[in-house]
């Protein structure tokens, strides 16, 4: 091995003024080069720089509330970039400017092409890599060879039927970017649904758990989405709850029907060809728009009806003892923030109805219905009791959008009226035609739909009061 001799030291003398001043100027450049600048070195044009690999990016609408602008809750969308070569998740060191995506991958309104255009770029200039897994690791600024966008709406869209993703363009940053990322040298660009275990474990999972700020004042109601948990729930038998839900809204009821007054709804369901069963059921409307709470309550008997009357009216007679164990069923109106992301979230891509909120100057401020099944369990030996507050199943869905069709028919023709003096009086029956989509198998873009005609037999049944024997006919 050869070895090359180094040459003889020589001592140099350097004034300590010149040593100092050294010295600080290291410390300087060192501290610099620590320091994280969003202000690196780049080339002189975006597009010299490297290119190569394939992006994923996804505007995603998230279920969660954050302050806005104005201090009112938004809710924000996310831009999430994905390597797809090595799984990295990208982000951008926000800039100082709104063209330097100085908000980062998080953004209070839905984003436009151009601003996911902007941030786009940033992630090619200024990258940052989100993993946890790699955290500390710098990335290299680079353009992809091909990209490939998704929103909330199409995320699930031509899921495992790669030969449609070429020419889909419901997704609209696809053709909203392509000129501006043609310009830069990136010019594969098309469409690509979104795999589901990103969503449900990255974003579900991870990042929007975290999203909630400190001392919230808003929220929403930790019920299950009714597409998600109620067995054969479609769209089109949401579009048929929601709109017969939004009728009742406008039909305001109570200012014909006493509130808890029992309206008795009969009606034949045919399961299968060979299998028919008759259902009788007890609504009344609940509340009012002036108290600001108001719905629609569903009993399985006339007792319970009744007992839920005369707690309200304060008639004498029996106890409370009973009260809440009857299975009774609601369905109340609220705001957009006490309703479960998954129904907002099935409500804005599928265009359900919802009726506008009363007294409200927003335009946008909507009722949704909460439908919600509540039973109560008596503790024993002293123990407290227990209240579980459930979804209702799709027979029972169903029956709230006939109770509320054939209530709103009804209250349109003039012949259901119960309030004031005549409240005890009987009345009925009437005769309703009313729709049904419960049976539907339609999903979003199908044409099978299955809408059933039913006969719905209404009757008020009459009240007699505690005075006159304590019974309820």
Known sequence: VAVTPRAPRRDIVVPRSLTRRARARSRVQGERARR?????????????????????????????????DDEQPVRPYLMLVVSTDDGAFLACEPGDTPEDASGGNVVKE???????????????????????????????????????????????????????WAAETACEYVEGCREGLKAIGVSDVSFAPVPPQLVNDIIRGQIEPNMA?????????????????????????????????????????WEKIASRRPIQLAYRLVLREDVAM????????????????????????????????????GDDGDDDAGAGEDGGQSCMFGSIFETPFEDIDAAEANAWDLAPMIGESDANAKYFPLFCKIAVEKGADGAEDSLSVTRPAIIELQCFELMMKAIVSLIKSGDLKSIGDDVRDGAGPWTVRADTMAGSTSKRGDAEIERAEIELSVTLPPIESAAGGGAYV
């Not at 975006?46 to 954050?66: C, E, F, M, N, T």
């Not at 109601?221 to 017969?244: I, K, W, Y």
């Open 110 to 164: 839905k984003p436009t092409a151009e601003t996911v255009l902007r941030f786009l770029r940033r992630c090619m200039t200024h990258p940052r890599l989100m993993n946890t897994s790699k955290a500390g690791e710098r990335r290299k600024p680079a353009r992809p060879k091909t990209i490939r966008f998704a929103d909330t709406t199409t995320a699930s869209l031509h899921l495992g039927d790669e030969s449609k």
């Open 213 to 253: 700020p400190a001392n919230q004042e808003w929220g929403t109601q930790h019920l299950p989405g009714l597409m998600e948990s109620v067995d054969g729930f479609t769209p089109a038998f949401g579009a048929s709850l929601f709109g017969a839900a939004a009728d009742f809204v406008r039909a305001a009821p």
């Open 36 to 68: 994280p600048s969003s202000r690196r070195a780049m080339p002189k044009s975006i597009d010299a720089l490297p290119q190569s690999g394939r992006w994923q990016l996804y505007v995603h609408k998230l279920r969660a509330w954050i302050p806005g």
């Open 278 to 313: 008759k259902i009788t059921s007890y609504g009344s409307v609940v509340g009012d728009a002036e108290s600001g709470s108001f719905g629609l309550s569903v009993h399985k008997t006339v007792e319970d009806a009744m007992r839920a009357y005369k707690m309200e009216n």
